[in-house]
């Protein structure tokens, strides 16, 4: 009994490094939209070193993960969501890294800004932080229905992207002055699309703990 005290603690405990995880990530997109509309480098650069805390709280959920699996030696329902964690916290490390790339760009653009001309990727921004928030929520309660509503909000992530990509042509075409800003507007949609990918991996994940499939490929 004592040693699944310790063991449900443990989970706890790591859980709670998980939300910590999301709740900067959401911090970090926020402040991207920000900085966007108002080419604020010092935030750019506040988003950039904050990715280092980000990575900070993935190595200590891998160390967590691998303290439970040697110390704990769990089995069948345990082992997978520990296994499950790990995978997980790679894909919201990623979301993190597409965060400071973002950033990144938001420092490189120089030229005159086209903020108001591309509508559509201040809602990419949102909704991906909303999905990344509800994926995480979704894994940490094992809830595989609300995971699999989540995963069709991607449609409109890769919808508001392809808005992106008409509104981007049409800037070309008024004006051929702007071919360097546009490639660095379709990277920073390209960025976000790509988070929503990273979130619908957090949710395939979600359903294998529950199923033992990914993509309908039964693994355990």
């Known amino acids: 009994m004592a040693a699944r005290l310790s063991f449900d603690a443990e989970l706890k405990l790591l859980k709670e490094d998980l939300h910590e995880m999301a709740r900067l990530i959401e911090v970090a997109i926020e402040k991207i939209m920000i900085a966007f509309e108002n080419q604020d480098e ?7 070193q904050g990715d280092r805390i980000i990575n900070d709280i993935e190595k200590a959920i891998e160390a967590r993960c691998l303290s ?8 069948a329902r345990d082992l997978r969501l520990v296994t499950t964690a790990l995978k997980v916290v790679t894909d919201m490390e990623r979301i993190g890294d597409h965060a400071a790339d973002i950033a ?9 800004h086209i903020y108001d001309l591309v509508k559509h990727i201040p809602e990419m921004g949102k909704a991906s932080k ?5 994926a995480v929520q979704a894994f940490t309660t094992l809830n595989v229905e609300k995971a699999r509503e989540i995963m069709k909000q991607d449609d409109i992530v890769d919808e508001l992207f392809d808005q992106v990509k008409l509104e981007v042509a049409s800037i070309l075409k ?4 702007q071919v360097d800003q546009c490639v660095d507007i379709l990277m920073i949609a390209k960025y976000f699309e790509r988070i929503g990918d990273h979130v619908v991996n957090i949710c395939e994940w979600t359903e294998f703990h529950e199923t033992g499939s990914v993509n309908n490929i039964r693994l355990l």
Not at 42 to 48: M, Y
Not at 130 to 134: L, Q
């Open 68 to 75: 439970l699996i040697i110390k704990q030696q769990p089995v």
């Open 104 to 112: 990144e760009l938001i420092l490189r653009e120089k030229r005159e």
């Open 174 to 177: 008024a004006s051929s002055d």
């Open 42 to 48: 010092d935030l750019a650069r506040e988003i950039i």
């Open 130 to 134: 909303d999905m990344v928030r509800d």
